[in-house]
């Protein structure tokens, strides 16, 4: 792992001013990139794509991806060239500003690429160049056929350092320490991965649950080159590779987010004698000016605008402020090699040869949970954590260095990150918490890692997940999707009981008094036919409220919240219990008014007013937000018409079962291929999704022709 600012500097800076390069893509001079490749479209609409080489098969993928999203597509290459200002105006500006620094930083390090990388990223460039081209009508004017491999290269570069750099500004300007994170909105997901041992067909068993925004892209492709690669799983709209997921003949993957400490920033002493230097190891250095021009739309014609970034050879400046120079460094600053290493993995062959791929560590966050034909399953807490000489900063702190030594720069080798493979009772699972309790005959002592490592915690979700794989001494690949969909929330066992004394000790009468009832009834669940979940939801957020009684953040409320918080001593069965009796009793009133005057009954079925939404499908859905306790995991946004529709979390599910003759395979994908409102796959996996039901996996060839809708090669009539 490399780190510090990148030997292509010079490159970098001379590219950096004005439009992005451009650099002719790259095909066989004998038969176009459409005649290397056929897309066979099965079953709600999943293309398969076959080709005959990586170039090709970039090019198939761009391709339908365009056929069910267009502009989407278009958008996210105009975002990665840094050009999305000269066409939507200033409000694009900023992320022009930050875009133009990765694309160059691309196109300076794109030679070092393996070429098989560079033939996949020039073919998806090339696929979008040619539908684009065969479809103009679809396109405004403005829109360019001529996008390159330097603008897929760009689009997944560094993005770690940017979020540690506004965290650290804000910080800084505002000290928000009372903003409010009451979202929580389960920017994660959930894993799990079953050995031999604890299956009813001897064969490993993942299951792969990522939970994000439904307009966040995921697109469900197989993508073959024979002899080369042959992978089921999840793309992003818009990329050709991105946090990818899935399997392959031989082994598969799941990824859940981890959010690990890798950035420091560090406060260096200005140099009192010499503008724009600061004092290092005895010396005055001086800072590196870089100049980033953009053009912006003004009215039928564009203006520029130029701004000056400022480097240090330890990572960009965050702030120049009191006497001191901010630097943010970074393992992921010079970083290039993400899709490299995506889809090294995505060809691998066995666990060595995967274990491998990800020991390049270009890829510098996320757990990574993971199964085989062999029966292997293990878990790695994935990240490029740096040796830190001092105590980590954290988000709001800057490190003062005036030498080398303070700086950190190595970072902790990967065979000795937290890692699992094939532990007594044969489970693996993660469910965004820490990696302390990925199998609880497996816990680590947590004082063997550094400070930089986070500290043991189990959240609700994740004590559910572990409940439920130990919840049968055997599975079946059915069995893992039954499980995955438990309707159980977590958190009213915690609280329920507590809730129906304390108000049952006020003595209720009328409504509150039947409302009560309805919650000592009530099974706990979120089914759709479930009775008081709805009333037991709106509670418990008056309940955390944050009001002039309940001051802080969110966190700092959940933490006083509970009669018994969280505890390592019982990581289980905390936190539990209520601490403010007097508030409880206090908001449920107004929780019950809420209730009635939305939807006119206190008892009203959770499916009743949670819902799934999309396109003329409108159905009930069970499920809730994982800081609730559910593992079936969905967030909701309010309708006009006051109903809860799902809009994030469960989307995207993918169970897999590893065997000799095959893998096996379920999955569902909520929001369907295609966001085109014409196109029948708009909305076709919805109600199933809704049911808790997953589609059987088209893999094989057998399988393939069983459920093939159609095959074609691009550009061609279909």
């Not at 098969?57 to 761009?62: K, P, Q, R, S, T």
């Not at 499916?607 to 499908?617: A, C, E, K």
Request: glycine share 8%; proline share 6%; with cysteine.
């Amino acid at each position: 792992m490399r780190s510090g600012f990148p030997r292509a500097a010079l490159v970098f800076a001379a590219l950096i001013v004005g439009a992005p390069s451009s650099l002719a893509v790259a095909q066989s001079p004998s038969r176009p990139y459409g005649d290397r490749v056929e897309i066979r479209r099965t079953a709600y609409g999943v293309p398969h794509v076959l080709a005959d080489d990586l170039g090709a098969l970039g090019f198939g993928l761009a391709w339908v991806q365009l056929e069910d999203h267009g502009l989407r597509v278009v958008v996210e290459l105009l975002r990665a060239r840094g050009t999305l200002a000269r066409v939507f105006g200033r409000d694009s500006i900023e992320s022009d500003f930050v875009r133009r620094q990765f694309h160059a930083h691309a196109v300076a390090t794109y030679h070092l690429l393996a070429s098989d990388t560079r033939d996949l990223l020039e073919g998806y460039a090339a696929g979008v160049n040619a539908y684009v081209a065969g479809h103009r009508e679809e396109f405004a004017e403005w829109v360019p056929p001529a996008f390159t491999g330097h603008d897929a290269a760009a689009l997944w570069v560094d993005e770690t350092t940017a979020v540690k750099v506004r965290q650290f500004r804000a910080r800084q300007a505002a000290r928000r320490a009372a903003a409010d994170s009451l979202a929580r909105l389960d920017q994660g997901s959930n894993a799990w991965a079953f050995a031999p041992s604890r299956t009813t067909s001897g064969r490993a068993i993942l299951l792969r649950n990522p939970h994000l925004a439904w307009d966040a892209g995921y697109y469900e492709v197989h993508l073959t080159v024979p002899g080369v690669i042959n992978f089921y799983g999840d793309f992003r709209v818009g990329h050709p590779l991105y946090f990818n997921g899935g399997f392959n003949e031989h082994l598969g993957w799941a990824t859940t987010n981890n959010n690990p400490d890798l950035e420091e920033v560090y406060a260096l002493d200005v140099d009192p004698e010499r503008p724009d230097h600061y004092r290092f190891d005895g010396g005055a250095v001086p800072l590196e000016q870089v100049l980033v021009s953009v053009e912006v739309k003004n009215g039928p014609g564009l203006a520029t605008e130029t701004r000056a970034v400022w480097r240090t050879p330890l990572g960009p400046v965050v702030d120049r402020a009191d006497g001191k120079v901010y630097v943010v460094k970074s393992p992921a600053w010079d970083e290039y090699r993400r899709v490299e290493q995506f889809l090294r993995m995505m060809r691998a062959r066995s666990l060595t040869e995967w274990r491998d791929a990800v020991a390049l560590r270009a890829h510098v966050e996320s757990n990574l949970t993971y199964a085989d034909r062999d029966g292997n399953i293990y878990y790695v807490w994935n990240a490029t954590v740096p040796r830190l000489p001092t105590a980590s900063g954290g988000d709001t702190a800057a490190i003062p260095a005036t030498r080398s030594a303070d700086i950190w720069t190595a970072i902790v080798p990967f065979d000795s990150l937290p890692q699992v493979l094939n532990p007594r009772g044969g489970y693996v699972q993660n469910a965004n918490d820490p990696f302390h309790y990925t199998n609880l005959n497996a816990i680590p002592d947590s004082t063997r890692f550094p400070d930089n490592f986070p500290r043991p915690e189990l959240g609700l979700r994740s004590q559910l997940s572990l409940r439920l794989v130990q919840q049968q001494r055997k599975v079946s690949l059915e069995d893992v999707v039954r499980l995955k969909h438990d309707y159980t929330m977590l958190l009213a066992e915690r609280v329920r009981d507590d809730l129906v004394r304390v108000v049952r000790a006020a003595r209720p009468t009328g409504t509150v008094a039947e409302a009560i009832g309805v919650i000592e009834r009530w099974d706990g669940g979120t089914a759709p036919a479930s009775r008081g979940g709805a009333l037991f939801e709106v509670w418990f957020r008056r309940y955390m409220g944050n009001d002039a009684e309940n001051r802080g953040s969110y966190d700092e409320r959940w933490a006083r919240a509970f009669a018994v918080p969280w505890s390592p001593a019982e990581p289980t069965t905390t936190p539990r219990g209520i601490a403010n009796p007097a508030r409880a009793v206090a908001v449920f009133p107004a929780a019950v008014e809420e209730v009635l005057h939305d939807f006119g009954a206190v008892d009203v079925a959770w499916g009743d007013v949670h819902r799934v939404r999309v396109g003329d499908v409108d159905v009930p859905v069970g499920g809730c937000s994982g800081g609730y306790g559910c593992f079936r995991v969905i967030n909701y946004g309010v309708s006009p018409d006051s109903i809860w529709v799902a809009n994030r979390g469960d989307g995207w599910v993918l169970a897999v079962e590893f065997g000799r003759d095959g893998p096996r395979a379920y999955s569902v994908l909520a929001y369907g291929e295609s966001s085109r409102p014409e196109s029948p796959h708009r909305a076709d996996q919805a109600a199933m999704f809704a049911r808790g039901e997953l589609k059987r996996v088209a893999f094989t060839e057998e399988e393939i022709a069983r459920d093939l809708l159609r095959r074609y090669r691009p550009g061609r009539a279909q």
